[in-house]
């Protein structure tokens, strides 16, 4: 069975500092366009970080430049979100997803597998 299973989030203070993982499953993400979104409540889903399966093409939402960081551990086929300088407006339940596309990576549609979601809450 091909699946994604993030962990990793939780309530964390503004400024703080968080690491997401994604575990893959059934098959290898080495060469996967993989994404991390985020949706918050009565928002869209939208692209946090995404970067093809060569690396040569990434996307960095605006809101996390600065902040947010990517990193994968091919032997343990898992991929990280590494949060830091959290705020309140990064609050909502991220995703992680994987693709065969290379093109236009910060669009959920052209994602394959998706995990189930962490919730992320930055809050005082």
């Known amino acids: 069975q091909l699946q994604l299973v993030e962990s990793g989030g939780g309530l964390v203070q503004p400024g703080g500092s968080l690491r997401l993982s994604c575990a893959a499953s059934g098959f290898s993400l080495n060469y996967y366009t993989i994404g991390w979104f985020r949706q918050a409540p009565g928002k869209e889903r939208e692209g946090v970080l995404c970067?093809?399966?060569?690396?040569?093409?990434?996307y960095v939402a605006d809101s996390v430049k600065g902040r947010f960081t990517f990193s994968r551990d091919i032997a343990k086929n898992t991929v990280y979100l590494q949060m830091n300088s959290l705020k309140p407006e990064d609050t909502a339940i991220y995703y992680c997803a994987a693709g065969r596309k290379t093109t236009l990576i910060s669009s959920p549609e052209i994602y394959d597998y998706w995990g189930q979601g962490t919730q992320v809450t930055v809050a005082s």
């Open positions: 970067i093809s399966g060569s690396e040569d093409s990434t």
